[in-house]
């Protein structure tokens, strides 16, 4: 009887080892307790350069460069000064890429989650080598209680591997940009109160000048109203525009021309050629050479006074 029972025992032991063993292979991925947690690691302060192929335009590839503390973003020919924002937004997301959920680890699932040959590809430099190489896929959103939105996440693969995860937040937008989204988009940045002359000249000497005086603002002699020219010089403080002109070549002087001036001598000057009734091209000498329109922007149209806009 008890030789019986040890069999049975033995057996009973073997099927277990076996279910186990199954179990450990056949499980759904979602449920694997020993899930990777970091799926980047990169210390963002070394990252020189960093190489983005966008599943919105699969075209070319486009190269963010630190230069010292600034980056440049290329494109083919095509240079421009980066946008620090929204590289610092991109190496922010690749510092806290953890792993939620592994998802998938079969190669027929990539398409499914946007991780394919179409997908957001990115690789990563420091001084010349590769330190990271991934797919950015779609987006993904989390149930919370009463059907509420629990949060959001993204699907991601690492290059060289066929697994599918997981990761939190919106990363696909810090990724999946085209060159223009790229580039600095600053038009003027100043502070309003450093501002004491606000020059204007338009065609047909019909220009003005507006000085600070202590804390008053004159127009020709004439006290501007406060309120007025609060809200005014406000205009031309953190300004960003997001349509570009490229290719502009000015066939002549410009149309507008402001100068924003301070104690210390010129702050900025912005200067604008009409295309026609409703388009104008426009430049500020906080970004030498780079032309933007108004096409999406008011602010030609809030900063285009005659001088009786500005008195009581």
Known sequence: MKKLSNKILLIVLVALIAVFTLSRLFRSPGLESNLRKNLVEVDTATV???????????????????????????????????????????????????????????????????????????????????????????????????????????????????????????????FNNDFNEWRNKTFLKLNKDDITKITYRYPADSGFVAEKRDSLWLIGGQTADAAKMESFTNQFTNKYLTDFADGFVPEGPADVRIMLDGKAGNLATVEAWRKDEKEWILTASTQKGVYFTNKSSNFLTDVLVGKKRLLP
């Open 48 to 174: 020189t350069e960093v190489r983005i192929l966008p599943s919105k335009d699969h075209a070319e590839e486009i190269k963010l460069i630190r230069e010292g503390k600034n980056w440049k973003v290329s494109r083919g020919e095509r240079q421009a000064e980066g946008d620090r924002n929204s590289v610092g937004n991109m190496l922010g997301s690749m510092r806290a890429m953890h792993a939620q959920r592994l998802v998938s680890r079969k190669k027929e699932k990539w398409d499914e989650f946007n991780v394919g040959d179409k997908s957001t590809h990115v690789s990563v430099y420091s001084n010349g080598d590769k330190i990271a190489d991934f797919h950015v896929g779609k987006l993904g959103f989390n149930q919370g209680a009463g059907g509420s939105f629990g949060g959001a996440y993204t699907y991601v693969r690492l290059s060289d591997e066929t697994e599918v995860y997981t990761v939190d937040g919106f990363m696909e937008s810090n």
